[in-house]
């Protein structure tokens, strides 16, 4: 049986930008995605978006509205993941922009959304992206 994981993550786009992390994936290699991360046991999924974000980027966000949910599956260390990932819309509320985790964290950036398309790899983010266009 798939172990269940729960994610929540937050996508911060503003004048045509949006903010991007490099990161590292499970195989060690480097990818750009946007921040998320585990919830927490008794953290909500909007909790849980609004700390990442501010682990990963140093920004403190305030949530604009649910955003996007993905689906997906994958191995780690042999054993079957069934994920689920809510995004929420974000806007900047203050912080610094530096990375809380840079262990975790190698980077940042702001991007056009075709800037972005270009570095993305996962389904999900590009998912996100078509979205984003649909806002403008």
Not at 11 to 39: A, C, S
Not at 103 to 128: F, H, M, N, P, T
């Amino acid at each position: 049986m798939a172990d269940q994981e729960h994610s929540a993550g937050g996508i911060i786009f503003e004048d045509g930008r949006v903010l991007l992390i490099l990161m590292r994936n499970l195989k060690g290699g480097q990818v750009w995605t946007f921040p998320k991360g585990h919830i927490e046991p008794g953290e909500t999924a909007e909790a849980a978006a609004l700390r990442e974000v501010s682990e990963e980027t140093g920004w403190n966000c305030e949530i604009v509205s649910d955003f996007y949910r993905a689906e997906y599956s994958f191995v780690r260390d042999g054993r079957p993941v069934e994920k689920d990932v809510r995004w929420f819309l974000m806007r900047r509320a203050g912080g610094d922009g530096l990375p809380k985790t840079p262990d975790e964290i190698a980077d940042s950036a702001w991007r056009s959304l075709a800037e972005a398309e270009k570095l993305l790899v996962y389904q999900s983010d590009l998912g996100i992206l078509d979205r984003l266009r649909r806002l403008k």
